[in-house]
């Protein structure tokens, strides 16, 4: 398959620790979030990130504002915007502000006022709202009655070892702008999983591995970077090295003599918590989102009684291959509502959508995020972005069967005509997959805990120091060696 499906590379810029000693006399900076704007009197009050406290500023005729990295106006600012703001010492008046949206922190507190969600807040949708009925046992472990082994019996999942493979990931980013004290750099920690195993990840500057604040408890990698010469001042290069052995899975449909139901039941569930985990409602995975609940509605696409999660899955998948439209541009929203209000977005939109259908249902589904196990090739682009193979797919869990994948984005872009068939319940085994879901909770050390949604565009970065983030650029490669397993 061609690869052309780019999620855009992770830089987190803009977020610079105000240091006194590192500023001219007429220029100070501070970052955190916006936490009044009174446009009438000419004044943005910012919750500072370093301090915790409140700065009080002002505005004259020469003070400017960006917004996302468009020239605004102070009445365009938002109360939770976060925000880098240049000020003139003394007066407190400010030279220029950049605001940027932050997403899931103005979802969340529109949404989630009343407490941060957890696991187990989020995890009832559906068919998982009353889960004390229609339980059985079976196997001497509980068995919910919607998700019987014998509505899969048809089905076995196919899977064998297809290559070793080494990658490496070289990126620098540059910022002629900044005069840095210290960099920190996050990386994903290839997870082990059924058809990827003996993993290894290693990272240069040296890190350490963490586990992300998230429910999901993400391994990734940390690195606090001390600058130490002079071209480490506007620059951070960073190698990260990938090792597995990857496993190709098929769907294969069996005859009922070859196959019956009760060998599925020795196939192993889900524990509570991995279902939990699966089926449960996020910022952007939003199972309750009234654009969801009308797409679905109007295609038929509840589970039906009787209906096996594959089958049922199926149904979700060619619907979004025959409605749906493959879009990218670099300022995607990635939430359920718009993708599904649009019915269009790039590979990690479309697999969302597919996710939160399933999970609305009560099945297990995820994304898996990553890059295709195949070395870059400088020509190649997506619009005039170059591409260095990341992608995004989704994979749903069928008991007695197992974790099934599925390629939304590949299927709409290049099987509408067969439903996207050759991309339902197939992984060619060419995909390297750096996590499981999006919506990281990062420990960035200096600034706090940070939402990043992936980290298969590179590293999430963050810089400490003064001057200014303007003019960023990356320099990326990717490439992959393969040997037999």
């Given at each position: 398959m061609?690869?052309?499906i780019?999620?855009?590379?992770v830089v987190?810029?803009?977020?610079?620790?105000?240091s006194?000693?590192?500023?001219?006399?007429?220029?100070?900076?501070?970052?955190?979030?916006i936490?009044a704007?009174?446009?009438?009197?000419?004044?943005?009050?910012?919750r500072?990130?370093?301090t915790?406290?409140?700065?009080?500023?002002?505005?004259?005729?020469?003070?400017?504002f960006?917004?996302?990295?468009?020239?605004?106006?102070?009445g365009?600012?938002?109360?939770?915007q976060?925000?880098?703001?240049?000020?003139?010492?003394?007066?407190?008046t400010?030279?220029?502000?950049?605001a940027?949206?932050?997403?899931a922190?103005?979802?969340?507190?529109?949404?989630?006022v009343?407490?941060?969600p957890?696991?187990?807040?989020?995890?009832k949708?559906?068919?998982m709202?009353n889960?004390g009925?229609?339980?059985?046992?079976a196997s001497?472990?509980?068995?919910?009655?919607?998700h019987d082994?014998?509505?899969?019996?048809?089905y076995?999942?196919?899977?064998?070892?297809?290559?070793?493979?080494?990658?490496?990931?070289?990126?620098?980013?540059k910022m002629p702008?900044?005069?840095?004290?210290d960099?920190?750099?996050c990386?994903p920690?290839l997870?082990d999983?059924?058809?990827?195993?003996k993993?290894?990840?290693?990272m240069?500057?040296?890190?350490?591995?963490?586990?992300e604040?998230s429910?999901?408890?993400?391994?990734?990698l940390?690195?606090?970077i001390?600058?130490?010469?002079?071209?480490e001042?506007?620059?951070?290069?960073?190698?990260?090295e990938f090792?597995?052995?990857?496993?190709?899975?098929?769907l294969?449909e069996?005859?009922s003599?070859?196959?019956r139901?009760d060998?599925?039941?020795?196939?192993?569930?889900?524990?509570d918590?991995e279902?939990?985990?699966?089926?449960?409602?996020?910022i952007?995975?939003?199972?309750?989102s009234?654009?969801?609940?009308s797409?679905?509605?109007?295609n038929?696409?509840a589970?039906k009684?009787?209906?096996?999660?594959?089958?049922h899955?199926r149904?979700?998948?060619v619907?979004?291959?025959?409605?749906?439209?493959?879009?990218y541009?670099?300022q995607m929203?990635?939430r359920?509502?718009?993708?599904?209000?649009k019915?269009?977005?790039d590979?990690?939109?479309?697999s969302?959508?597919?996710?939160?259908?399933?999970r609305?249902?009560?099945?297990?589904?995820?994304?898996?995020?990553?890059?295709?196990?195949?070395?870059a090739n400088?020509?190649?682009?997506?619009?005039?972005?170059?591409?260095?193979?990341s992608?995004?797919?989704?994979?749903?869990?069928?008991v007695?069967?197992?974790w099934?994948?599925?390629d939304?984005a590949?299927g709409?872009l290049?099987?509408?005509?067969?439903?996207?068939?050759n991309?339902?319940?197939?992984?060619?085994?060419?995909?390297?997959?750096?996590?499981?879901?999006?919506e990281?909770?990062?420990d960035?050390?200096?600034?706090?805990?940070?939402a990043?949604?992936?980290l298969?565009?590179g590293?999430?970065v963050?810089?400490?120091?003064?001057g200014?983030?303007d003019?960023?650029?990356?320099?990326?490669?990717w490439?992959?060696?393969k040997?037999?397993?």
């Amino acid at each position: 398959m061609k690869p052309n499906i780019r999620i855009p590379t992770v830089v987190i810029l803009g977020l610079l620790v105000c240091s006194s000693g590192l500023f001219a006399a007429a220029d100070e900076i501070g970052n955190g979030k916006i936490r009044a704007v009174d446009a009438k009197k000419g004044s943005v009050t910012i919750r500072l990130t370093t301090t915790d406290s409140d700065l009080s500023l002002g505005v004259d005729a020469k003070s400017t504002f960006f917004v996302n990295g468009k020239s605004a106006k102070l009445g365009d600012l938002e109360v939770g915007q976060k925000a880098t703001v240049f000020y003139k010492a003394g007066t407190k008046t400010i030279a220029r502000l950049r605001a940027f949206d932050d997403p899931a922190a103005k979802d969340a507190s529109k949404k989630y006022v009343a407490k941060k969600p957890t696991a187990g807040d989020l995890s009832k949708s559906g068919a998982m709202d009353n889960k004390g009925s229609g339980e059985k046992k079976a196997s001497g472990k509980t068995v919910n009655a919607n998700h019987d082994p014998g509505l899969n019996a048809r089905y076995r999942l196919e899977t064998k070892p297809v290559a070793q493979v080494h990658a490496v990931l070289t990126y620098e980013l540059k910022m002629p702008g900044v005069n840095a004290t210290d960099w920190v750099a996050c990386a994903p920690v290839l997870p082990d999983l059924p058809y990827q195993r003996k993993v290894q990840t290693t990272m240069s500057p040296a890190a350490k591995q963490v586990r992300e604040k998230s429910p999901l408890k993400r391994l990734v990698l940390q690195a606090k970077i001390p600058v130490k010469t002079p071209s480490e001042r506007t620059s951070v290069p960073i190698k990260i090295e990938f090792d597995a052995t990857l496993y190709s899975r098929a769907l294969m449909e069996v005859d009922s003599s070859e196959k019956r139901s009760d060998d599925n039941a020795n196939i192993a569930d889900l524990t509570d918590h991995e279902r939990s985990l699966a089926t449960a409602r996020t910022i952007r995975i939003d199972t309750k989102s009234a654009a969801l609940a009308s797409w679905m509605d109007k295609n038929d696409l509840a589970k039906k009684p009787g209906e096996g999660e594959i089958d049922h899955a199926r149904r979700v998948y060619v619907s979004i291959v025959r409605n749906y439209q493959y879009e990218y541009n670099s300022q995607m929203d990635w939430r359920i509502e718009p993708i599904c209000s649009k019915a269009k977005s790039d590979c990690g939109g479309l697999s969302m959508a597919f996710v939160a259908a399933l999970r609305r249902e009560g099945t297990p589904a995820r994304l898996i995020v990553g890059r295709w196990a195949k070395s870059a090739n400088f020509k190649e682009m997506v619009g005039d972005v170059p591409y260095y193979q990341s992608h995004v797919k989704a994979e749903f869990f069928a008991v007695g069967v197992g974790w099934i994948p599925v390629d939304c984005a590949s299927g709409v872009l290049y099987d509408k005509k067969n439903d996207g068939a050759n991309f339902f319940g197939v992984d060619r085994g060419n995909f390297i997959v750096f996590h499981i879901d999006p919506e990281l909770d990062v420990d960035s050390i200096f600034f706090g805990r940070q939402a990043v949604i992936w980290l298969n565009g590179g590293p999430a970065v963050w810089v400490v120091g003064g001057g200014t983030p303007d003019s960023p650029s990356v320099v990326e490669d990717w490439k992959v060696e393969k040997r037999d397993p």
